[in-house]
């Protein structure tokens, strides 16, 4: 589903290229297929490309079954979460039920949108120098505040910055449950508010959620350990809350300064992003798919 802040594309209509601008800027996941290849009569030459997303699509490569197939192996990539690039061959005979007769390469590259989802509870001089270091990176920045009037200005101006999407909400222990139920999976979470209590309330909810990336709050360790122990006292296993970052930052970074302290929250989530060991050393397009695809004999 797209992003209820996600600006509306406005359909088939749009270019492949304005659509892709567009999809990036707002860090949407979507695919660039492009005809790299042909043989024989194909109904669009090399070069041409189009933009598809999981629910529609934006120029086009030729039409037909051929397209379709295109589209769904697009979505497919998606679906996987795949990033490399893939070679896709597409006779148009046989399975695609066109009568061309030739063949095509199209190069699928999937975008999978944002690299990190960030949820930042607290607009005070930590949580907006925070955001000063987020928003120009690929990541999406829900920001929370229970005062509306806590964000700085330079958020509300036109253009507001992509990928960030502000949110009011309660004080009151219901409107945390309620703002923790909306984050998106996968997401790594900050905890700053300006009250203690708000934290607190927020803390248990995000112990209730076992589908995010990381939980981490603000604050020196006397007030986790009285945090610890209510917690506690509410039914959280010393498991579950050990999943909580307390305090956080990058270890050895000592700033007490707020943009010294975002600095270090920053560096720790890079470092939350380790590679996979199991990631093969060897990535993309293999030499052997693009000899067959374009070698001598092609």
Known sequence: MPRPDARPLEGHDLNWHTALHRLQEDAQPHVLATLVGAAGSTPREPGTKMVITPETSFDTLGGGTFEYQVIAAAREALTRGDTAPSLEAFPLGGRSGQCCGGYVHVLIEPFAGAE???????????????????????????????????????????????????????????????????????????????????????????????????????????????????????GHDPDNIARVRCPIGIAGANGKRPYEIALAVVAELMTLAAARPDEPDRRGIVPETLRQAFGPDR
Do not use: Y
């Not at 001089?125 to 330079?154: C, E, K, M, Y």
């Open 116 to 234: 990190r989802r960030i949820a930042l509870f607290g607009a005070g001089h930590v949580g907006q120098a925070l955001a000063n270091l987020i928003t120009p990176l690929p990541w999406r920045l829900d920001w929370f505040d229970s005062r509306p009037d806590a964000f700085p200005p330079w958020v509300k101006c036109e253009p507001a910055p992509p990928r960030l999407k502000l949110h009011s909400s309660g004080a009151e222990p219901a409107a945390a449950s309620a703002a923790v139920h909306s984050l998106s999976p996968g997401s790594d979470v900050l905890v700053m508010t300006h009250d203690h209590g708000q934290d607190l309330a927020l803390i248990d909810a995000l112990l209730k959620r076992h589908d995010l990336a990381s939980i981490g709050l603000i604050g020196s360790a006397s007030k986790w350990a009285s945090f610890k122990r209510r917690l506690m006292e509410a």
